[in-house]
Structures are given as structure tokens and as C-alpha cells.
Nanobody
Framework: QVQLLESGGGLVQAGDSLRLSCTASGRTFSMDDMGWFRQAPGREREFVAGISTVGGNTYYANSVKSRFTISRDNTKNTVALQMNSLKPEDTAVYYC????????????????WGKGTLVTVSS
């Protein structure tokens, strides 16, 4: 059974940093793009960041570019999201995603999802 398990969410203040991690089990995703989406209350799930396989090419939503950094470790089957200079509008449930994503990905195209981790940024 394939599972993506997120960790690292929590309550922080505006301007703080937070690091999310996602560990995959049940299969390797070394040949697939992995990434992060988020969903704020009352809003649709949206793409945040993605990273390709070999070479580690990264791509971001404009709203998080220069503040968030995605990375992966294929030896550990993990992907991480370093979030700096957090803003209240970053408050959302963050979901790890794998396979069939790319720049500007739509959620309906993604094959695998984690259950999400809540990030709350207070002003």
C-alpha cells in the first residue's frame, strides 16, 4: 500500500519559518515528480511547489517563489518544503503529492496524496 506521510505543520507567527517533510512508503518515487499543494478554508486545493526526478529541477507558484524551497532525497524517498517569511495567507492544510505533476499542476492529475498537515500563520 502506497502512503505519503506529512509532518512538520504547526502554529507560527508571521515572518517565522517552518519545514514540512513527506515520507513515501510502499513504492519508490525516484522516477516521478513530487511536490506540495495546499488548501485554505473555503478555497480549492492549489499547487505550491514541485521537484523533478534526476537533476532536481524545481518549480513554484508565484505566491511562494523566493520564500519556499523544495528538496528531495531519493535515497530516503522523502520530499521537504522549507517555508520562510511565512504570511497569514499561507495558512492552509499542506498536502504532499507524487506522480503526474509539473509546473502549474492541477490536483485532479496527481496520482498520490498524503493526508495533509495543517500550517497556521498568525498575524
Amino acid at each position: 500500500q502506497v502512503q505519503l506521510l506529512e509532518s512538520g505543520g504547526g502554529l507560527v507567527q508571521a515572518g517565522d519559518s517552518l519545514r514540512l517533510s513527506c515520507t513515501a512508503s510502499g513504492r519508490t518515487f525516484s522516477m516521478d515528480d513530487m511536490g506540495w499543494f495546499r488548501q485554505a478554508p473555503g478555497r480549492e486545493r492549489e499547487f505550491v511547489a514541485g521537484i523533478s526526478t534526476v537533476g532536481g529541477n524545481t518549480y513554484y507558484a508565484n505566491s511562494v517563489k523566493s520564500r519556499f524551497t523544495i528538496s528531495r532525497d531519493n535515497t530516503k524517498n522523502t520530499v521537504a518544503l522549507q517555508m520562510n517569511s511565512l504570511k497569514p495567507e499561507d495558512t492552509a492544510v499542506y498536502y504532499c503529492a507524487a506522480r503526474n505533476l509539473g509546473p502549474g499542476s492541477l490536483p485532479q492529475n496527481v496520482d498520490y496524496w498524503g493526508k495533509g498537515t495543517l500550517v497556521t500563520v498568525s498575524s
